[in-house]
């Protein structure tokens, strides 16, 4: 029992140490997911991970993910 | 698919770092994806698109949203749609902001909004009465918009304002939201721009040394690059190496005419020129200046050298 409640423990502090790298607003998202998504908040903070902030900004300009340019395409000229 | 949430959170990461455009696509996505807050997500995604200047975008996401249950009434929609209205007037606006309720999700960034129309219309205490219990959030916007509203009251210096308290409070909420912001890599620079500006109208030359400690990368100062390189940032550490002697300033950004004109003036003084080419300079800013206070510092400077002669 104890086991386990320290892995939770460990689990909370690490997430909480993540969320603080975050903005506020994008925490407090990501803290709202579900664990039937969770594979996908894992895949979003590795894509957030893997470039600097101005990076990540740009590709989304740039290059927007196809599920987004594909459901908004007004936004992005149309593009997909 | 990524799940829903997963969309706000880029939406919000997005709108974070200033970039309005993918922001208004992640928060139509989301409402796209269905939920019962679709409209919500249609009027925060059309305040996005307005931010983007993107007026056809927020028109056409504004009529989807009018189209949904409930879309006529929503509080943030009825915001949105006064601000997609190029000819919309201050009180339409408060008027509905002040309708959002309190416990809404959105209740934080629309008292911004409000301090920021206060700011707008020199209300500076309307504005920081809207933020006072905000600034203790670990948010950034609350913090930094009251340091705005300090400074601007303590430049003003309306009738019994206490100067100096605005501009140690205005420096020291400004810091606080450089470091909320540095801790996610968030846009800090402009948090580094008011601290600075406070400093140096806090303590004449000690307040100079402060906004070269502030305005400067390591090992002369605390800067990071971003902060160093910014506009605002790089035109305070330039007016605080004038106050402290210096005459080469290096390369300045690009600014307004008034504001050039004006620092020349203040170079040539400090570097002893003949006062006709002096003159040129504050000359050259009260023909460029956009307010009474501008033309004032500017004939200051000409009166200082006996130059006022020639102006009407």
Request: proline share 6%; aromatic share 2%; charged share 25%.
């Amino acid at each position: 029992m104890g086991a386990v409640h320290s892995v939770a423990a460990e689990r909370a502090a690490a997430w909480r140490e993540r969320c603080v790298a975050l903005p506020p607003p994008v925490c407090a998202a990501l803290e709202r997911v579900g664990p039937p998504d969770a594979d996908d908040r894992l895949r979003l903070l590795h894509y957030l991970d893997e470039l600097p902030a101005a990076d990540v900004v740009e590709d989304l300009e740039e290059r927007p993910p196809t599920w987004l340019r594909n459901a908004v395409p007004e936004v992005w000229g149309g593009a997909g | 698919m990524p799940c829903r949430r997963c969309g706000e959170a880029l939406g919000e990461y997005a709108e974070a770092h200033g970039h309005h455009v993918a922001a208004a696509g992640a928060f139509a996505w989301v409402a796209l994806e269905g939920g019962r807050d679709g409209v919500r997500w249609l009027a925060r995604a059309a305040l996005a698109a307005l931010g983007a200047e993107q007026a056809d975008v927020a028109g056409a996401l504004l009529e989807e949203a009018r189209g949904r249950r409930g879309g006529e009434s929503h509080p943030l929609l009825v915001v949105a749609q006064v601000l997609a209205d190029p000819e919309h007037s201050a009180e339409q606006l408060g008027e509905a902001l002040v309708a959002v309720p309190a416990d809404s999700p959105d209740s934080v960034r629309v008292r911004v909004m409000r301090a920021m129309l206060h700011g707008q219309h020199g209300e500076h205490d309307q504005g920081l009465a809207q933020l006072d219990d905000l600034v203790d959030r670990p948010l950034a916007a609350p913090a930094l918009l009251s340091a705005q509203l300090l400074l601007s009251r303590a430049v003003q210096g309306a009738p019994g304002v206490d100067r100096r308290s605005d501009l140690e409070r205005a420096k020291g909420l400004a810091l606080l939201a450089r470091d909320r912001r540095r801790a996610w890599s968030g846009p800090s620079q402009e948090a580094v721009a008011v601290a600075a500006q406070a400093a140096l109208l806090t303590e004449g030359d000690a307040g100079a040394a402060e906004v070269l400690r502030l305005g400067t990368v390591p090992p002369d100062g605390e800067a990071l690059p971003i902060e160093a390189a910014d506009a605002q940032v790089r035109a305070v550490v330039a007016d605080a190496k004038l106050l402290l002697g210096e005459t080469d300033l290096g390369p300045l950004p690009a600014e307004p005419e008034y504001s050039a004109a004006l620092r020349e003036g203040l170079r040539l003084t400090r570097s002893g020129e003949r006062h006709d080419l002096v003159a040129v300079a504050y000359r050259r800013a009260l023909a460029a200046a956009g307010s009474a206070e501008q033309a004032a510092l500017a004939l200051h400077g000409l009166a200082s050298l006996n130059a006022l002669d020639d102006c009407e």
